[in-house]
């Protein structure tokens, strides 16, 4: 722990903001929830290392049970702002589940998920799964579990999967590696919200910690989830992550923050000062090629954070990502945080969940790319943003060139090649995207009953 505090001192040290004239905050005591996971880390960072104090924020951190404990709160107030799934402020935005106008002006981090499944399923996966010098071939498609789920059916067995929420991403994720790999993962319709409808896999919540426990149980056989909630089946020994988000989507956006429109507008400086003392975070946290992961593993390892052992943290923190017990790999941006714009909060971004909610029915209805677009805008917020950026480079805490400041808000389309499906994705035309995808509504269709119409 010392060695943490050592580091800690000396970064606060360097960084610190004594010449910087401070926002005048329009309220300064906050609280904020997250989830125990490691990509809470740039809000456990910012308070470590003294950051939102620099701004004059006295901030309470404060783990919630679950995620739509977490939204309800940042709802009625009882929290002003949270560690968010990326699709939770868009789907309160449109009334998908519960409704209310949340917004971000922080993206936290790219990657970090996995997929695991368990032990009896990986042995019945492997012989279709290619070798290369004894050890399988990465990444792993889906159809190497399609005929592992087509004998549970001949034997009359559901195959149940679980993820950690109907609009995160790892419910999107864990159906874009399903579908890529030709199994059907479900729709939702406004009658049933379940997503199982037509499914050969059968998908239902479990909170992230519970996972490696509710595989263990048989309760499940797989689940989607991010870290270390991988790691930690290896370690249990019950279980083998197969692929990481990584190598389902290069760089695909993961968690962000998320505040109530309300706050935002009552607390235009308050969320400035926010967003700045997440970036410093973030980049503390990418510095010098990731210098700091260890450190940032033992504030982590805490209780009052995610609570899990040190080792099992940095197997995927500190730039190693480990499969079947023994097959560690170099995995250098499982977690990112800063690199390649990843606090930028990207409208393409929000369409690519948008599209995704549209793909399994969880928007019921087709909608024109002018819909896709101004939901974007009206939820992710890359001005405050800017803002924020623009104030700590002037200060002297952030490099120029870091920053898209040109950017209109969408990123290059992603290239075919960065993607398991091998199917490109291009924000700036969510229609098109979707009628590439084989699997998934596309169209005017619409699920009716038990079947997709139109």
């Known amino acids: 722990m010392k060695r943490a505090f050592a580091i800690l001192a000396a970064t606060t040290c360097l960084t610190s903001p004594a010449l910087a004239e401070m926002l005048d905050v329009e309220k300064d005591e906050l609280k904020f929830g997250f989830i125990k996971l490691t990509d809470m880390a740039p809000l456990a960072v910012a308070y470590e290392l003294?950051?939102?104090?620099?701004?004059?924020?006295?901030?309470t951190l404060e783990p919630?049970?679950?995620w739509k404990v977490l939204l309800d709160r940042v709802i009625d107030g009882e929290l002003d702002g949270a560690h968010m799934l990326a699709g939770q402020p868009l789907a309160a935005t449109i009334g998908f589940g519960t409704e209310a106008h949340i917004v971000t002006p922080f993206s936290m981090d790219l990657n970090g998920n996995g997929i695991t499944v368990s032990n009896e399923v990986w042995e019945m996966m492997k012989p279709h799964i290619p070798q290369e010098d004894g050890k399988p071939v990465h990444p792993i498609s889906a159809s190497a579990l399609k005929p592992v789920v087509e004998k549970f059916k001949d034997e009359g067995k559901p195959f149940n999967m679980g993820m950690v929420f109907p609009v995160s991403t790892h419910n999107y994720e864990l159906r874009y590696w399903l579908a890529a790999g030709g199994l059907e993962p479900g729709f939702y319709s406004p009658e049933n919200v379940s997503g199982q409808i037509a499914a050969d896999v059968l998908l239902s919540v479990t909170p992230p910690p519970q996972m490696p426990a509710t595989l263990e149980a048989g309760t499940i056989y797989g689940y989607c989830v991010g870290e270390p909630w991988?790691?930690?089946?290896?370690?249990?020994?019950?279980?083998?992550p197969v692929i990481t988000d990584y190598e389902l989507w290069k760089n695909n956006p993961e968690k962000v923050f998320g505040l109530s429109a309300e706050f935002t507008e009552q607390n235009p400086n308050t969320t400035l000062a926010v967003t700045k003392a997440l970036i410093r975070a973030a980049m503390w946290l990418d510095e010098n090629d990731n210098a700091n992961r260890p450190a940032a593993v033992e504030i982590l390892a805490r209780s009052e954070y995610v609570g899990a052992d040190y080792e099992v943290i940095a197997n995927s923190m500190t730039g190693t990502f480990e499969y079947e017990k023994g097959d560690k790999r170099d995995v250098p941006d499982f977690n990112v945080f800063f690199r390649y714009n990843a606090t930028y909060p990207f409208y393409s971004d929000a369409v690519w969940y948008l599209t995704q909610m549209r793909r399994w029915g969880q928007i019921a209805e087709a909608k024109p790319d002018s819909w896709y677009d101004e939901v974007a805008k009206s939820v992710y917020k890359p001005a405050i943003y800017l803002e924020a950026?623009?104030?700590?480079?002037?200060?002297?805490?952030?490099?120029?060139?870091?920053?898209?400041?040109d950017s209109d808000g969408y990123?290059?389309?992603?290239?075919?090649?960065?993607i398991i499906d091998g199917i490109g994705y291009d924000g700036r035309t969510p229609n098109a995207y979707l009628d590439s995808l084989p699997i998934g509504l596309k169209g005017n269709q619409k699920v009716v009953g038990n079947e997709v119409q139109g």
């Open 50 to 59: 003294g950051y939102f104090e620099d701004e004059g924020l006295f901030v």
């Open 64 to 66: 919630q049970a679950n």
């Open 230 to 240: 991988n790691q930690a089946a290896v370690f249990k020994g019950i279980g083998v």
């Open 389 to 405: 950026a623009r104030m700590l480079v002037d200060e002297g805490l952030a490099d120029e060139a870091d920053f898209p400041w």
């Open 411 to 418: 990123k290059a389309a992603t290239p075919a090649e960065d």
